[in-house]
């Protein structure tokens, strides 16, 4: 799977991990309320899905790739064509996007910022820095990955909207993935961050309805009253790369069923 977005907390490296943990029962809805730069739904088969998250850029992009991929491809080539020239084209596009909010600007960045970091200040402003010796990927490349996930994504309703909302469509049948941002990110993402109280409430909640669930919840972990399985991963740390060193993180994952890792 190529990303269409670069994402930062991305679950590229473990997404077949994660998909191959569903119980095989029938689903009735899959729904994954932190959808980021959704590489877990790349593979979903689900008749209905829901995929949401509280950034309303994000699913307006989502938007364009469900329903017309080609103004992406077009909006990308030109500014790419410039970026080219001209670096200073990353920057211009920063101020536009912090004023404008075009959710196809926010794909240019993420593919030019450095290691495609997707980072806001305290008032909500994209503030990642340019990587300087980075082209940004070709558009004829870039234009496959674009057909390749509006295809897969033509099942999906794209929904701005806090994780709690989406409680209204679970039922003991759905499919829920949580992928919340890393507890301490807080400033750094678009959100204020997580309360785990209250997102151990929604776990609560879920369970009670009878869903089946998977968290991923990075170094952290959560009442074991209310999962039944707990999977620790290594992997290289997200922020390795800006660290300059090859730390790894552990990255949990949490399910509320019995499931081989
Ligand atoms: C770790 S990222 C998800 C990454 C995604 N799984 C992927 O592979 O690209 C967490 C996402 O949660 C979103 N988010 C933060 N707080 C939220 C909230 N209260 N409700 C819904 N989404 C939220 C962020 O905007 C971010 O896109």
Redesign the pocket.
């Given at each position: 799977m190529s990303?269409i977005?670069k994402?930062?907390?991305?679950?590229?490296p473990i997404?077949d991990k994660i998909h191959n943990l569903w119980p095989k029962t029938e689903v009735s809805n899959y729904i994954?309320?932190?959808?980021?730069?959704?590489?877990?739904l790349y593979d979903c088969k689900a008749e209905k899905i829901i995929a949401?998250?509280?950034?309303p850029e994000?699913i307006g992009f989502w938007n364009f790739v469900k329903s017309n991929p080609d103004k992406i491809i077009s909006h990308y080539s030109s500014l790419w064509e410039s970026y080219q020239k001209d670096r200073s084209i990353f920057l211009s596009t920063r101020e536009r996007f912090n004023q404008c909010r075009d959710p196809l600007d926010l794909l240019f960045l993420s593919r030019t910022s450095i290691n495609g970091l997707?980072r806001f200040n305290k008032s909500g402003n994209f503030n990642a820095s340019l990587h300087h010796n980075r082209s940004g990927i070709n558009p004829k490349k870039l234009k496959n990955i674009v057909a390749d996930w509006s295809a897969r994504v033509q099942k999906c309703e794209f929904l701005c909207?806090?994780?709690?909302?989406t409680v209204q469509f679970v039922d003991s049948k759905s499919q829920v993935?949580l992928?919340?941002?890393?507890i301490g990110?807080d400033g750094k993402?678009?959100?204020?961050?997580?309360n785990v109280e209250d997102f151990y409430k929604y776990l609560d909640t879920l369970n009670k309805i009878g869903c089946n669930w998977i968290v991923?919840f990075g170094e952290h972990d959560i009442p074991k009253e209310l999962f039944l399985t707990k999977i620790e991963l290594l992997q290289p740390s997200p922020f390795r790369k800006l660290q300059g060193n090859s730390r790894q993180a552990k990255e949990t994952i949490f399910t509320n069923f019995r499931s081989q890792p």
């Open positions: 990303p977005i994402w930062t907390g991305s679950k590229r997404a994954e309320p932190f959808v980021g730069g959704g590489s877990c949401s998250d509280v950034m994000l997707i909207s806090s994780y709690q909302d993935f992928d919340p941002p890393y990110s993402m678009y959100s204020q961050g997580l991923t």
